[in-house]
Every structure is written in structure tokens, then in C-alpha cells.
């Protein structure tokens, strides 16, 4: 696995984790799918295509790293939050398994917690998890410190 | 309230295909084809329709509303079979049945469920 961003000006190609991306800006498209299907079936939309994603990018990990430990992989989902430019993201594991995960992202590139802004990133998350921990979860609790610019969630069994 | 049944609205006309019933979220509740009926779509096909199509199509239908009153139904009428979408206990309910010329069976399981809520 390649384990940095690759942005080739010439080619106008951007890598990152090996992975094929293209930069758009986030907050106008979730605003815009907001206003086009309204917040509830926008954050349906959203939540839908980034809990597949989380789970196809674990899956992929997973596969590639297998003799990785679980925070190994996790940390590496973060970086590629980072390298993506959705901000710097934490994991933490609760010591009991029925408590929540936490999510927490510092410097988010897109700091709504309602419509598709709301299901962004942590439903990539909740989708990575459920391949990780390999049980179904849900996404909850999106709150938005502005004070303090971090978004954060809980990810709980289902 | 108990959750309506397949068995419930297989019940409310012979020509009903299939049912499904999803959330406004899109976590999909049933999805179930009469016993004996050969399917048009894959299974899968139908569990991404409830997941993710039949909320958009129902929440694009709301969108208006606000100013045409409460959406009482929405019928998309294919070469196959015709696809019938109502709100029930606040979720989408999905069925198809045998398609007709003149959209009488529409009118008639239109009928049997206002009747059966």
C-alpha cells in the first residue's frame, strides 16, 4: 500500500492510500443536495454512499494489512481523513463493548450536523467500523463545537 | 400498533406481486414476493430501492407539500408490472402488482388500503 498523497499537477491526478480521489468542495454539496432533496432524504443520500465507502475502504485495508492490529488500521482510516483534507480525525475505542465509539474530527472541512453535512464522514466511519468491530452499528449524537472547530459522533450498536 | 404484514397486504388484492417497507431512513423493514410469483428483479435490486430509491422518490414527492397538501400516493406504471408507493404508520410502503390497460387494480388497491388503515 502506498502510504501517502500523491498529487501529480501534470497528470491531474491526486492519490491518496493508493486510492484514485478527486478534490471537490464538500460543503457546497451538501448544501446543494440539501436544497435539491431536502436535509432528511440528503442525509439518507449521503449516509447511504458514505457507510458503503467506510466499509469498502476497511474491507480493503483489512485485506491488505492483515497482520495489522485493529488501532493499526484505524489509524490509518485517519490518515487518510487527513490526507484527504476532511480535517484530523480520533478514534476512541471504549473499554466496554456496548458503549459508544467516538468520532471526533478537529478543523472539519464540513462543520454542518444536519441534512448530508450531517451523515459526511461519520457515516464513512460507522461503515468502516461495522467491518472492523464486524457488528452493525449505528451513527449518532453529530454535535459541531465551534468554539473549539471540531465535529463530533458517537457510533453505537445497533 | 403491530407492523403490517406481507401476508396483510398480499391479502388486499390477488394481483399484488411484491412488498416492501422502509423507513423515512431507509432501513428496510420487509421485502417480500408472493409466494409462487416469478420475480422481475433481482432481490438485492429491490432491498437498494427501499434503502436508498424509494426514499428519494418519496422525499422528493414531499418536497412540494408545503404547498400541495399531503402526497396521498405515487404510481409509476412500468411495461412489467405497475409500482405503487403510500405513507403507512409513518413509513413507505412499497407493492407492485400485474399491470392493466385502463389502471383499474391501481383504483382498487388504492381503495383496499385507505380502507385497511
Known sequence: ??????????????????????????????????????????????????????????????????????????????????????GVTKVRLPENQLEPIEVEVTN?????????????????????????LDKELDLKNVIYDQKMNVKKCQIIPR | MPEISPEDVFALHPKIRWVGLTTHQGKVVLAKMRP??????????????????????????????????RVKWIAVDYEKYTELMVERDGKYLVLTFEPDKNLQTLREIITALETSK
Open chain 1, 108 to 132: 472539519p472541512a464540513v462543520t454542518g450536523v444536519s441534512g448530508a453535512a450531517k451523515a459526511f464522514m461519520f457515516a464513512w466511519w460507522t461503515g468502516a467500523m461495522t467491518i472492523l
Open chain 2, 36 to 69: 409462487g410469483v416469478e420475480r422481475a428483479t433481482p432481490e438485492n435490486h429491490d432491498q437498494k430501492f427501499l434503502e436508498l430509491g424509494a426514499v428519494i422518490l418519496g422525499g422528493v414527492a414531499e418536497g412540494d407539500a408545503a404547498f400541495a397538501g
Open chain 1, 1 to 86: 500500500m502506498v502510504d501517502e498523497l500523491v498529487w501529480d499537477k501534470n497528470t491531474g491526478e491526486i492519490r491518496i492510500l493508493g486510492q484514485r480521489h478527486a478534490a471537490v468542495n464538500m460543503q457546497a454539496l451538501c448544501n446543494h443536495l440539501d436544497s435539491l432533496v431536502g436535509i432528511q432524504v440528503a442525509e439518507v443520500i449521503m449516509h447511504n454512499l458514505e457507510f458503503h465507502l467506510g466499509k469498502e475502504d476497511a474491507a480493503r485495508i483489512k485485506t491488505e494489512k492483515t497482520h495489522a492490529k485493529l488501532h493499526e488500521i484505524i489509524e490509518n482510516l485517519a490518515q487518510s481523513n487527513r490526507l484527504s483534507g476532511v
